[in-house]
């Protein structure tokens, strides 16, 4: 089995984002039972809710100045407690996400600076390789000259001197 096609922290998001909504169903029952959670947290975002959904929906049947009578407390507590624990399970899936998505950022630039440092070396060795070349070619050309500038021997010895003329061309 292929140990990199499945990683450890997207595994670690899934349960984390799984683990969120246990939490999300606690954090409702404890919104339900006190006072403070219930009148400052749960209602406001319950009520303009409920006012934004119910005046869409008259816009949309073609009343227009009709009146909204607001949610009654325990309706609008329940209203409360579910966006709250909605809003969460979303927001915690949200931080998943970022932060999935700046480790893949760390991970392509990593790779990317490697890439940069490949090039980088292979050109250096290119460059070095042309020196190379150069400096060979400049002590071949100074072995062809010297090869060239010696007397020529008698006619005995001209076809070493003709087989000497070709190698060095």
Not at 62 to 81: C, H, Q, S, V, W
């Amino acid at each position: 089995m292929v140990v990199g096609a499945f990683p450890i922290a997207k595994l670690l998001y899934l349960g984390v984002k799984q683990l969120s909504k246990p939490v999300a169903n606690r954090i409702k029952a404890g919104a339900r039972r006190s006072e403070f959670f219930k009148n400052y947290i749960c209602l406001p975002p319950a009520q303009l809710y409920h006012w934004i959904e119910m005046r869409t929906k008259m816009r949309i049947m073609g009343f227009r100045g009709a009146t909204i009578k607001p949610l009654n407390e325990d309706a609008a507590a329940e209203l409360g407690a579910e966006l709250l624990g909605e809003a969460l399970v979303f927001l915690i899936g949200g931080g998943c996400m970022v932060l999935e998505y700046s480790r893949q950022a760390t991970n392509s630039q990593r790779k990317e600076e490697e890439l940069n440092a490949t090039i980088t070396n292979l050109q250096t060795q290119i460059a070095e390789l042309a020196l190379t070349t150069e400096t060979l070619d400049a002590q071949l050309r100074e072995v062809n000259r010297q090869l060239v500038s010696f007397p020529r021997p008698s006619k005995k010895g001209q076809e070493q001197d003709i087989t000497c003329t070709k190698v060095a061309q």
